[in-house]
């Protein structure tokens, strides 16, 4: 799966079943931008995408562990 945040890594099934692999739905519900994969490594655009969504949404971009 190539996702940059946990947020846009979601999907609903047909059944209407979320399906969550990294805690998208908490990271949602506690306003929290935390990535999932190299994917900002090696697109830095998707940094500018992030700086966005926490500025529009008042998001906080999660620390690295």
Avoid: C, W
């Amino acid at each position: 799966m190539r996702r940059d945040l946990t947020i846009n890594a979601m999907a609903q099934d047909a059944d209407g079943k979320i399906i969550d692999p990294f805690g998208g739905q908490r990271d949602l519900a506690a306003g929290i931008l935390r990535h999932v994969s190299p994917a900002f490594a090696e697109d830095p655009v998707r940094i500018l995408r992030a700086a966005r969504f926490a500025a529009r949404y008042g998001f906080e971009i999660a620390e690295e562990p």
